[in-house]
C-alpha cells in the first residue's frame, strides 16, 4: 500500500469513497497563544494493489511536538471489500480522512505528522506553529 496524497487543510470529509478537501496545503497555522488547537484535518489518498486486497491494513497519523514528543494519535484499518472489478495492473484507490483540529499543541515551532501504515512510516508532514508576529520579514537591506 502506498501514500498517493496527503495534506493538511481545514476540513476533510469522506463521502461514497472521495475525499473532499477545503482549505488544503495547510503547512503554516497562526495561533496568538498557545496552547492551542491545531484546528484542521489531514486529507488521505491510499493506494492498493491488487495482492494487498486481502487483509486489513492498520494505518494510523501520529502528531509530534518540537521536542518529539508525541502530541496525538488517529488511526483506523481500511480493507477492500470487493465491489469494484480492478483492471489487471489498476490500484484501488481509498479515501480517509483524520481529524487533529482538536490536538493541542503546547509550543510555538516545527511539529510532525508521522503517516504509517503497517507499522511503516510512509510520509511525514511539517506543520509550523508561528506567532502572528512573525508573519512579516525584516526590510532588505
Keep these: 500500500m502506498r501514500v498517493t496524497s496527503a495534506l493538511l487543510c481545514d476540513a476533510a470529509t469522506v463521502r461514497e469513497g472521495l475525499l473532499h478537501v477545503l482549505g488544503g496545503g495547510v503547512t503554516r497555522i497562526w495561533r496568538t497563544e498557545v496552547p492551542t488547537a491545531l484546528g484542521v484535518d489531514l486529507a488521505l489518498l491510499l493506494s492498493m494493489d491488487q495482492a494487498e486486497q486481502d487483509g486489513p491494513h492498520n494505518v494510523r497519523a501520529v502528531l509530534y511536538g518540537p521536542d518529539v514528543s508525541s502530541i496525538m494519535e488517529v488511526g483506523g ?23 487533529f483540529r482538536d490536538a493541542v499543541v503546547n509550543t510555538y515551532g516545527r511539529h510532525v505528522i508521522d503517516l504509517m501504515v503497517d507499522d511503516e512510516s510512509h510520509r511525514r508532514i511539517d506543520v509550523w506553529v508561528l506567532h502572528p508576529e512573525e508573519m512579516s520579514l525584516p526590510p532588505l537591506d
Design 77 to 99: 484499518v481500511v480493507q477492500y471489500n470487493g465491489g469494484a472489478r480492478l483492471e489487471p495492473n489498476e490500484e484501488h484507490s481509498i479515501a480517509m480522512s483524520f481529524p
